[in-house]
């Protein structure tokens, strides 16, 4: 109700009365009662396709009735695991994509477990830490006709390319790959597919999932920022860069030259880069 604005009504009448209510107080409850069922009718409607058919379509595919008290969440762990997998000791980085970034920040998530570290390059501040990679210009302000690439399924992508969840990874896979399969014909299946892809990256950090694993999420994190600090140093001498937002480059090209680049690293990681013009 807060969030969309609404007024949150609450009774003036007690909850704890042990006499019987006299007709104001009857009038102030039903009135009290009928306010929040309304409000919940209302955000049902407004949630029913981005949330509760979703939710719906994912009981089906995990066949536990129990599973509609449950959150999204917790029943996306279930589809791909029935009991939690061994926890890593230490990030599993490929050491190739370690050395794209400077030595201090691959020490920093080898060793670390938060923090962050900023280094100047391309006219950008950026800053390396324990979510997305982030930079922006510190020599301008203003901007036209900038090209942004931005990863499709960044870390979905990573889960399946670097086999972040073991023997879950082929069951991660295949409900990423029916996913795109069915976007357009299925809407509510198709949407809960994305609820159960898009939960896992933050489930690695729930201690209370089937999914917690820190160093993994640590893991698919230094690796996005790995590859998209590649990505943004290949661009850099085609154009001037503009930002740099946990999946995507912004910049301002000088030729055509980044579609050469754009390419060649979609390639070398097996990703796709998608464009939107600003």
């Known amino acids: 109700?807060?969030?969309?604005?609404?007024?949150?009504?609450?009774?003036?009448?007690?909850?704890?009365?042990?006499?019987?209510?006299?007709?104001?107080?009857?009038?102030?409850?039903?009135?009290?009662?009928?306010?929040?069922?309304?409000?919940?009718?209302?955000?049902?409607?407004?949630?029913?396709?981005?949330?509760?058919?979703?939710?719906?379509?994912?009981?089906?595919?995990l066949g536990n009735d129990n599973a509609a008290r449950w959150n999204t969440t917790t029943i996306s762990a279930n589809l791909l695991l029935k009991k939690p997998l061994p926890?890593?000791?230490?990030?599993?980085?490929?050491e190739e994509l370690l050395e794209l970034v400077p030595d201090e920040v691959a020490e920093m998530w080898k060793t670390k477990e938060k923090g962050n570290i900023t280094i100047n390059e391309f006219d950008n501040e950026?800053?390396?830490?324990?979510?997305?990679?982030?930079?922006?210009?510190?020599?301008?302000?203003?901007?036209?006709?900038?090209i942004n690439l931005d990863v499709a399924s960044l870390y979905p992508s990573i889960i399946v390319n670097y086999n972040m969840l073991g023997t879950a990874t082929e069951r991660y896979k295949e409900i990423l790959e029916e996913r795109i399969r069915i976007k357009h014909t299925e809407p509510d299946r198709q949407a809960g597919l994305k609820l159960v892809l898009n939960s896992v990256y933050?489930?690695?950090?729930?201690?209370?999932?089937?999914?917690?694993?820190?160093?993994?999420?640590t893991t698919v994190c230094a690796i996005g920022q790995s590859l998209l600090y590649d990505l943004t140093q290949r661009l850099a001498p085609t154009c001037e860069i503009v930002q740099i937002n946990t999946d995507g480059v912004a910049f301002i090209p000088h030729t055509d030259d980044y579609k050469d680049v754009w390419k060649e690293w979609e390639r070398d990681y097996n990703l796709v880069l998608e464009q939107d013009l600003f």
Not at 87 to 94: A, F, G, M, N
Not at 133 to 139: I, M
Not at 202 to 217: D, E, I, M, R, W
């Open 202 to 217: 933050g489930l690695l950090k729930s201690q209370y999932s089937l999914l917690f694993n820190p160093k993994a999420s």
């Open 1 to 61: 109700e807060g969030n969309s604005g609404k007024m949150i009504l609450e009774s003036s009448v007690s909850f704890d009365i042990e006499r019987e209510l006299t007709q104001e107080e009857y009038q102030d409850v039903l009135a009290y009662c009928e306010y929040d069922v309304d409000q919940v009718i209302d955000i049902y409607k407004l949630r029913e396709k981005n949330y509760f058919k979703p939710k719906e379509s994912l009981v089906q595919m």
């Open 126 to 146: 950026i800053v390396f830490g324990f979510g997305g990679l982030h930079g922006s210009n510190v020599k301008k302000k203003r901007f036209k006709n900038v």
């Open 87 to 94: 926890k890593w000791s230490d990030i599993r980085v490929p």
